[in-house]
């Protein structure tokens, strides 16, 4: 995106990537026109943890972009740079908890607040399905900025319950440092569409996973054998980091037409950007052309007593 636009890169104090980028300072500004962004460090989830102030000509703040530090209900894990930043799962809660109390809790009810993640992320708990909502909400339903919480319980509410994290997260970690293919190139790779024969011919030759996200009800009806099924409906990212563990994976879609490039993006945003193809004219396509496929019988019923 930075190529494609020009627009350089910054990031907030503590990063260290493999590119081309501007390590911010907390509290520095960056003029935009007439607004202002201020880069609010606020470590946590983790030490480079950085959240963004916009404020108008005026001096009046009106959003705060708060990456993985503050969710819609939730907040950041504090759990998965443990080893990176040297602490215990515990410090970076405490860390986390002076972060929002010293840099977010005090600004404007009125500011309105975009998260990094929403609801069916890993990277939170209790995460809210709303995209956007005012810090003055949060702070009155939001477990973790709850005025009188003490840091002792800030730190055991945040760690209580943490579920693994997905595969997928050490590699995303790097790929974050070192960078990303161009998400177009990714996308356009996606959307080979492949007839029956190709798409059976490149699977093998490429060994490539088929992976089906259409509905469960139409998967059960049938699908090519072998196939994994992951609803693009569901929880997708975190099952795809638990039944595909390389990245580097090829994989081949079975979905619907309309929901080929949500898919590769979806993919790609997880760090699975070797996505070769899909089959054109989907499942319907390979039923007509009397190749193998597989149906799930129902479970049955046990009788009532």
Same mark, same amino acid.
């Given at each position: 995106?930075?190529?494609?636009?020009?627009?350089?890169?910054?990031? #907030?104090?503590?990063?260290?990537?493999?590119?081309?980028?501007?390590?911010?300072?907390?509290?520095?500004?960056?003029?935009?026109?007439?607004?202002?962004?201020?880069?609010?460090?606020?470590?946590? *989830?983790?030490?480079?943890?950085?959240?963004?102030?916009?404020?108008?000509?005026?001096?009046?703040? *009106?959003?705060?972009?708060?990456?993985?530090?503050?969710?819609?209900?939730?907040?950041?894990?504090?759990?998965?740079?443990?080893?990176?930043?040297?602490?215990?799962?515990?410090?970076?809660?405490?860390?986390?908890?002076?972060?929002?109390?010293?840099?977010?809790?005090?600004?404007?009810?009125?500011?309105?607040?975009?998260?990094?993640?929403?609801?069916?992320? =890993?990277?939170?708990?209790?995460?809210?399905?709303?995209?956007?909502?005012?810090?003055?909400?949060?702070?009155?339903?939001?477990?973790?900025?709850?005025?009188?919480?003490?840091?002792?319980?800030?730190?055991?509410?945040?760690?209580?319950?943490?579920?693994?994290? +997905? =595969?997928?997260?050490? !590699?995303?970690?790097?790929?974050?440092?070192?960078?990303?293919?161009?998400?177009?190139?990714?996308?356009?790779?996606?959307?080979?569409?492949?007839? +029956?024969?190709?798409?059976?011919?490149?699977?093998?030759?490429?060994?490539?996973?088929?992976?089906?996200?259409?509905?469960?009800?139409?998967?059960?009806?049938?699908?090519? +054998?072998?196939?994994?099924?992951?609803?693009?409906?569901?929880?997708?990212?975190?099952?795809?980091?638990?039944?595909?563990?390389?990245?580097?994976? +090829?994989?081949?879609?079975?979905?619907?037409?309309?929901?080929?490039?949500?898919?590769?993006?979806?993919?790609?945003?997880? #760090?699975?950007?070797?996505?070769?193809?899909?089959?054109?004219?989907?499942?319907?396509?390979?039923?007509?052309?009397?190749?193998? !496929?597989?149906?799930?019988?129902?479970?049955?019923?046990?009788?009532?007593?």
């Amino acid at each position: 995106l930075s190529e494609k636009t020009g627009a350089p890169i910054i990031y #907030g104090p503590n990063a260290n990537p493999n590119f081309e980028a501007t390590t911010a300072k907390d509290g520095q500004e960056f003029k935009l026109g007439e607004l202002t962004f201020i880069v609010l460090h606020t470590p946590g *989830h983790t030490m480079e943890s950085t959240t963004y102030l916009l404020r108008d000509k005026d001096g009046k703040d *009106h959003a705060l972009f708060t990456g993985d530090t503050l969710f819609l209900g939730d907040v950041g894990r504090p759990d998965l740079a443990q080893k990176s930043a040297y602490m215990t799962q515990e410090e970076l809660a405490g860390t986390l908890y002076e972060s929002l109390r010293n840099k977010i809790i005090p600004l404007a009810d009125d500011i309105m607040v975009y998260p990094a993640h929403g609801a069916g992320s =890993a990277c939170g708990k209790n995460m809210m399905k709303e995209t956007v909502d005012t810090l003055g909400h949060q702070k009155e339903m939001n477990y973790a900025l709850r005025a009188d919480m003490t840091k002792e319980e800030f730190v055991r509410e945040v760690t209580d319950g943490l579920l693994p994290p +997905p =595969a997928y997260f050490p !590699m995303n970690v790097k790929m974050n440092r070192e960078g990303y293919k161009n998400i177009d190139e990714v996308i356009a790779q996606g959307e080979n569409a492949l007839a +029956p024969d190709a798409f059976e011919a490149v699977a093998n030759e490429a060994g490539a996973v088929v992976l089906d996200v259409r509905h469960q009800n139409d998967f059960a009806k049938g699908h090519i +054998p072998g196939s994994i099924f992951i609803g693009i409906d569901g929880s997708f990212a975190p099952w795809v980091g638990d039944l595909i563990k390389d990245v580097k994976q +090829p994989i081949l879609l079975v979905a619907d037409k309309d929901r080929i490039e949500e898919t590769i993006t979806r993919l790609s945003r997880v #760090g699975f950007d070797n996505t070769i193809g899909y089959l054109d004219g989907g499942f319907e396509a390979w039923k007509k052309s009397q190749k193998i !496929m597989i149906q799930s019988l129902p479970l049955p019923q046990k009788n009532s007593r």
